[in-house]
């Protein structure tokens, strides 16, 4: 496919769609255990791998389990000797093919895509900063899209919570610092209900600060982030990726 709208139209299809079975053959499986070729692997409609291996005969057994025949051409993938890889993941990125993650519901179906057809199979969406409404729209965005996208693992906020000092290319009138009122509502906007157990769609935050104190300038105390932190029977908290500039 060469038309980045229908690759992006399909993707996004298949994603959204209804899960079905899937079974690719004579692949050249690569991974860390090496190299194997003639390799193949069946899933079944929940997207969850029941067999891999090699020899044709095993192949079309486990096809049938899955409700599938091997013989249809239209439901079993030959991938010709083609690599097959475990699919990346890749938990800090903003966008591809000119869209970005903040663009709104089209433009993550855009920037997924362009990740997808390179081999990234799940993507945490990095955010920038952003006036704080734009922020919660876009964590929000996020949020609804997970209900749709078993691709879409939730949200990175790169932002607003830096350091003056530490800005890089992020906006300095949208800087702020982790006061109580802004992480509840960005809390709030991604779903997160501790009491309920659940986190909600942010699974990242970056907070810079300078080697003198907290972000900005206000002395924002990092204890005020303890809300993020899940109990222990919640299974993936968030990560805080901080980072200190002399």
């Not at 389990?65 to 097959?84: Q, S």
């Not at 663009?103 to 799940?122: E, K, N, S, W």
């Amino acid at each position: 496919m060469s038309d980045r709208n229908e690759i992006v139209s399909r993707v996004t299809a298949a994603l959204e769609g209804k899960p079905a079975p899937v079974a690719i053959r004579n692949a050249r499986k690569v991974d860390a255990r090496g190299e194997r070729r003639g390799y193949w692997v069946v899933s079944d409609a929940a997207g969850v791998i029941v067999a891999a291996g090699t020899g044709e005969e095993t192949f079309e057994h486990y096809c049938r389990t899955v409700g599938l025949d091997p013989a249809d051409r239209n439901a079993v993938i030959d991938a010709e000797g083609r690599i097959l890889t475990p699919g990346y993941v890749d938990i800090h990125a903003h966008g591809a093919w000119e869209k970005s993650f903040d663009d709104g519901p089209d433009g993550i179906d855009v920037a997924r895509a362009g990740h997808a057809v390179h081999g990234t199979t799940r993507q945490v969406l990095s955010l920038i900063t952003n006036p704080v409404d734009v922020i919660c729209r876009n964590i929000r965005t996020v949020r609804e899209k997970m209900a749709t996208r078993p691709d879409i693992l939730g949200c990175h906020l790169e932002g607003p919570f830096l350091a003056l000092k530490c800005k890089g290319a992020h906006e300095p009138n949208c800087l702020k610092d982790p006061v109580p009122e802004l992480v509840d509502r960005m809390l709030d906007t991604s779903g997160t209900d501790l009491a309920a157990g659940k986190l909600g769609c942010i699974r990242q935050i970056t907070i810079s600060t300078p080697p003198t104190g907290p972000p900005n300038t206000s002395g924002a105390p990092a204890a005020r982030w303890s809300k993020l932190l899940p109990a222990k029977s919640t299974p993936v908290p968030p990560v805080f990726e901080t980072t200190s500039y002399a």
